[in-house]
């Protein structure tokens, strides 16, 4: 008989809630012990995998199940099929650009399923496998989370490893809300290098719109430069004391750049909740690829976070029922919003814009996040009233032809 998922996992919006696990010293050696024993399982199932050449979650079990157990001792028959789920996950999408097995790190994070962890909630108490039998852990939360994982029905978990504190991060399923009809059009947000994000209203972010020891676009920019020169001095120092220093600022320029991508794409969907608006913004997938940069700006366009402030903004308004969109962005900033009229004079400077024909003026990632709200009304028009733009459809193909006839002369 099929395993049929509920109507809330089909239909519903995804997400992850992280819990702090608290386990005595004992059961702290216990899940150290299965994280570096289904990592090591993990290793051993993609050379396999790529001596083999076999890829597919079916036929990798058929090759490695039985290899991967009887190689390590104490691995659990789910924690072995988990092992090998991983490593196809992990070989679906970068297949191409392998030169060489997959090697997963000693300590990673490692996937737990229903079969692996039970959760006590009332307790507040999680029962995780391990290979010397299952451990009982007590966890706690931010009260959102605690709530999340009291109330929705959850998938698979994460048990992670962070600088001695134990996590665990838990898929969950939220109730999606329908998606209101965005009766005040569409508010439009320009992403750039020099602006993180400029929306048709003309708010600046990060500015002072949003609270925090962030000032603006500029000091982004002077801290993310002083990090690189700091990384740069170090590792070209080489010493013991030069790492230990690196290990410990690792990750801490990209905790910034989460939390401001967090802050505008929050400010973003609540200043369209409040209008009754929907989203829009520019389809920035391959922009790597087509725009050509000076050298001296090549670090700062290749590590800027498009896609996660997209990725943010998208998921928030999809919880809050908002409409979102992403546009074409070709000539955004070399349209005038006015008049229509394109051209690459209308932008004299950088930040400036110009209309030839018509004389507007003003910011030019202002003039941007406004075209995009205006593609956004015109995408939804498209996507909602199909043949409202007179242009040839399926469908009117099919009901304008003429009944095919039964026979006869």
């Given at each position: 008989?099929?395993?049929?998922?509920?109507?809330?996992?089909?239909?519903?919006?995804?997400?992850?809630?992280?819990?702090?696990?608290?386990?005595?010293?004992?059961?702290?050696?216990?899940?150290?012990?299965?994280?570096?024993?289904?990592?090591?399982?993990?290793?051993?199932?993609?050379?396999?995998?790529?001596?083999?050449?076999?890829?597919?979650?079916?036929?990798?079990?058929?090759?490695?199940?039985?290899?991967?157990?009887?190689?390590?001792?104490?691995?659990?028959?789910?924690?072995?099929?988990?092992?090998?789920?991983?490593?196809?996950?992990?070989?679906?999408?970068?297949?191409?650009?392998?030169?060489?097995?997959?090697?997963?790190?000693?300590?990673?994070?490692?996937?737990?399923?229903?079969?692996?962890?039970?959760?006590?909630?009332?307790?507040?108490?999680?029962?995780?496998?391990?290979?010397?039998?299952?451990?009982?852990?007590?966890?706690?939360?931010?009260?959102?989370?605690?709530?999340?994982?009291?109330?929705?029905?959850?998938?698979?978990?994460?048990?992670?490893?962070?600088?001695?504190?134990?996590?665990?991060?838990?898929?969950?399923?939220?109730?999606?809300?329908?998606?209101?009809?965005?009766?005040?059009?569409?508010?439009?947000?320009?992403?750039?290098?020099?602006?993180?994000?400029?929306?048709?209203?003309?708010?600046?972010?990060?500015?002072?719109?949003l609270p925090g020891p962030v000032g603006g676009n500029g000091h982004v920019r002077t801290l993310r430069?002083?990090?690189?020169?700091?990384?740069?001095?170090?590792?070209?120092?080489?010493?013991?004391?030069?790492?230990?220093?690196?290990?410990?600022?690792?990750?801490?320029?990209?905790?910034?750049?989460?939390?401001?991508?967090?802050?505008?794409?929050?400010?973003?969907?609540?200043?369209?909740?409040?209008?009754?608006?929907?989203?829009?913004?520019?389809?920035?997938?391959?922009?790597?690829?087509?725009?050509?940069?000076?050298?001296?700006?090549?670090?700062?366009?290749?590590?800027?976070?498009?896609?996660?402030?997209?990725?943010?903004?998208?998921?928030?308004?999809?919880?809050?029922?908002?409409?979102?969109?992403?546009?074409?962005?070709?000539?955004?900033?070399?349209?005038?919003?006015?008049?229509?009229?394109?051209?690459?004079?209308?932008?004299?400077?950088?930040?400036?814009?110009?209309?030839?024909?018509?004389?507007?003026?003003?910011?030019?990632?202002?003039?941007?996040?406004?075209?995009?709200?205006?593609?956004?009304?015109?995408?939804?028009?498209?996507?909602?009233?199909?043949?409202?733009?007179?242009?040839?459809?399926?469908?009117?193909?099919?009901?304008?032809?003429?009944?095919?006839?039964?026979?006869?002369?």
């Amino acid at each position: 008989m099929a395993i049929r998922r509920s109507a809330t996992k089909r239909h519903g919006l995804p997400t992850v809630v992280q819990l702090r696990l608290a386990p005595a010293p004992a059961q702290a050696e216990a899940l150290a012990a299965a994280v570096l024993l289904c990592n090591q399982a993990a290793t051993v199932v993609s050379r396999l995998a790529w001596q083999h050449r076999v890829f597919t979650v079916l036929e990798l079990h058929r090759l490695a199940y039985y290899e991967v157990r009887g190689q390590l001792a104490g691995l659990g028959a789910q924690a072995a099929i988990r092992a090998i789920a991983r490593v196809a996950g992990a070989y679906a999408n970068r297949r191409a650009s392998k030169k060489r097995a997959h090697i997963f790190r000693p300590y990673g994070a490692v996937p737990y399923d229903a079969r692996l962890m039970s959760f006590n909630r009332d307790a507040r108490t999680v029962s995780l496998w391990t290979p010397t039998g299952r451990v009982t852990v007590p966890y706690t939360g931010r009260p959102e989370d605690l709530k999340a994982i009291e109330a929705l029905p959850f998938g698979e978990a994460d048990l992670i490893c962070r600088c001695g504190v134990w996590l665990l991060q838990v898929a969950v399923t939220l109730a999606k809300p329908v998606v209101r009809e965005p009766v005040g059009g569409f508010m439009g947000v320009d992403q750039g290098v020099a602006n993180l994000a400029v929306t048709s209203d003309g708010v600046v972010l990060p500015g002072p719109a949003l609270p925090g020891p962030v000032g603006g676009n500029g000091h982004v920019r002077t801290l993310r430069q002083r990090r690189h020169r700091q990384r740069r001095r170090l590792q070209k120092k080489g010493t013991s004391a030069a790492r230990r220093v690196l290990r410990r600022l690792a990750g801490r320029e990209h905790r910034m750049m989460t939390d401001l991508n967090h802050q505008i794409s929050t400010f973003v969907v609540r200043e369209a909740e409040r209008t009754g608006r929907g989203i829009a913004l520019e389809d920035l997938q391959g922009i790597r690829g087509r725009v050509r940069a000076h050298r001296f700006q090549r670090r700062t366009l290749h590590s800027w976070a498009f896609a996660q402030q997209i990725t943010f903004t998208r998921y928030k308004a999809a919880r809050a029922g908002i409409a979102f969109l992403l546009v074409d962005p070709a000539y955004t900033s070399q349209t005038c919003p006015e008049c229509g009229h394109i051209s690459r004079t209308n932008r004299p400077a950088r930040g400036r814009f110009v209309c030839k024909r018509c004389g507007l003026a003003g910011h030019a990632d202002h003039i941007a996040a406004r075209n995009i709200a205006t593609r956004g009304i015109a995408g939804w028009a498209d996507i909602n009233q199909p043949h409202a733009t007179g242009l040839p459809s399926a469908r009117r193909d099919r009901e304008s032809k003429p009944p095919a006839s039964n026979g006869g002369s």
